[in-house]
């Protein structure tokens, strides 16, 4: 059964940092690409950051570009983002996500998982 769990999320003032955990089961972790999405209420799912199966491919959104760090740590199955400089404008809910995309006898397959989130608020 495959669970992807995010831990970390809190109420924190402006100007703090938060570590967002996602541990992740029933799947072979380090075949996937991982991402932490995020959603305000109101607002559309935002990528903030996407990391590749092996590491080596980091993307962020331009809103949190020096300030929030993805990593991964394949033998411990979860995926983390560190938050500096948190601005109420971060506040939302943070769901990871795991993708993998191949080919089953010449077709395109996709394996795509989700977590529930964890609320992060920044406020004062």
């Known amino acids: 059964q495959v669970d992807l769990t995010e831990s970390g999320g809190d109420s924190v003032q402006p100007g703090g940092s938060l570590r967002l955990s996602c541990l992740a089961s029933?799947?072979?972790?380090?075949?996937?690409?991982m991402s932490w999405y995020r959603q305000a209420p109101g607002k559309e799912r935002e990528l903030v950051a996407k990391?590749?199966?092996?590491?080596?491919?980091?993307d962020y959104a331009d809103s949190v570009k020096g300030r929030f760090t993805i990593s991964r740590d394949n033998p411990k199955n979860t995926v983390y983002l560190q938050m500096n400089s948190l601005k109420p404008e971060d506040t939302a809910v943070y769901r990871c996500?795991?993708?993998?995309?191949?080919?089953?006898?010449?077709?395109?397959?996709?394996?795509?998982?989700w977590g529930l989130g964890t609320q992060v608020t920044v406020s004062s």
């Open positions: 996500n795991a993708l993998l995309e191949t080919e089953v006898s010449g077709r395109p397959r996709i394996w795509d998982y």
């Open positions: 029933g799947f072979t972790f380090s075949n996937y690409d």
């Open positions: 990391i590749s199966s092996g590491g080596d491919i980091i």
